[in-house]
């Protein structure tokens, strides 16, 4: 009997220690073109601290975003705009429940080419110029030249926060559209390039993807004109600040919670701020979910 108890001591004592189970997965992350390169950076960074989980990333729009959210074919979604009432509904009828995470904070940046003399705009005359009644530049006192307005295409969350921002200046009862001559371009990255090659156009992009190849203007609601730069956005100072979203079915769990938990974190935001944007902890938010 004593032999025996001995031989199971050894044998206990010989055994391996239980092995740690590494996280493991795939994450599809999909929507926003604004939030495509910081989300790109992102998974990235978390790849390197969680070798098994991999993260694919690809842009097409927050709607496109949403929509393959609420169709279970992306894990998350990522916009430059909140998720619409209408899009609600149709994900409660396929069962989903968007949940929603601000992941830091955003100023859309209206550029013009570096040979323009223009320095600023008012909100009214950008309302102006994108609705077709302000076609010349000498309209605004500077040069004679007609405008070229460039705009993101319709399944942008920057051109639906534009729209209802500058094009319905906010008045959710408008129903005034961009101008038939504005021209839609598929990324922020082909206006920056159209922009800086066309001393006519005016675009808008995300201040992620300003560029010293173009001129970034000063704008004014009420009050003074600000820059979009962070310390103006922190502030709530540039009249054309907003969130930034992640959206998962439901409060995320497993390796997507994992990855929302480092893209809140220090070392996540910093990379947000890396890419040109605001990240939480200047503004002392980090997520309010929508019901």
Request: proline share 5%.
């Amino acid at each position: 009997m004593k032999r025996c108890l001995l031989i199971i001591l050894f044998l206990i004592g010989c055994a391996q220690p239980p092995q740690i189970q590494e996280p493991s997965g795939f994450i599809q992350v999909k929507g926003s073109d604004t939030l495509v390169n910081a989300a790109q950076k992102l998974a990235e960074e978390f790849m390197k601290e969680y070798p098994y989980i991999f993260v694919a990333v690809t842009g097409g729009g927050s709607g496109v975003g949403i929509a393959s959210l609420i169709n279970k074919t992306t894990d998350i979604a990522t916009a430059s705009r909140r998720i619409k009432n209408k899009e609600k509904e149709i994900a409660k009828k396929w069962n989903v429940t968007p949940y929603e995470i601000i992941i830091g904070f955003d100023g859309v940046a209206v550029i013009v080419n570096k040979k323009n003399p223009i320095k600023k705009l008012t909100i009214k005359q950008l309302h102006d110029i994108y609705t077709g009644k302000i076609k010349n530049w000498n309209q605004l006192g500077e040069y004679n030249s007609s405008i070229v307005a460039l705009s993101r295409e319709v399944s942008s969350g920057t051109h639906i926060y534009f729209k209802e921002s500058v094009v319905q200046l906010d008045n959710k009862k408008s129903k005034e559209e961009f101008s038939p001559n504005v021209l839609l371009l598929s990324s922020n990255q082909a206006i920056v390039e159209e922009v800086a090659s066309n001393p006519q156009a005016i675009g808008y992009v995300g201040m992620g993807y300003l560029s010293s190849r173009v001129k970034a203007l000063a704008i004014k609601d009420e009050g003074d004109y600000f820059l979009p730069i962070p310390q103006n956005v922190i502030e709530k100072k540039y009249p054309l600040s907003r969130p930034l979203f992640m959206y998962t079915d439901g409060e995320p769990t497993g390796i997507v919670k994992i990855f929302i938990d480092f893209v809140l974190s220090e070392k996540g935001q910093k990379q947000i701020e890396e890419v040109g944007f605001v990240p939480l902890r200047s503004r002392d938010v980090f997520q309010t979910p929508e019901n």
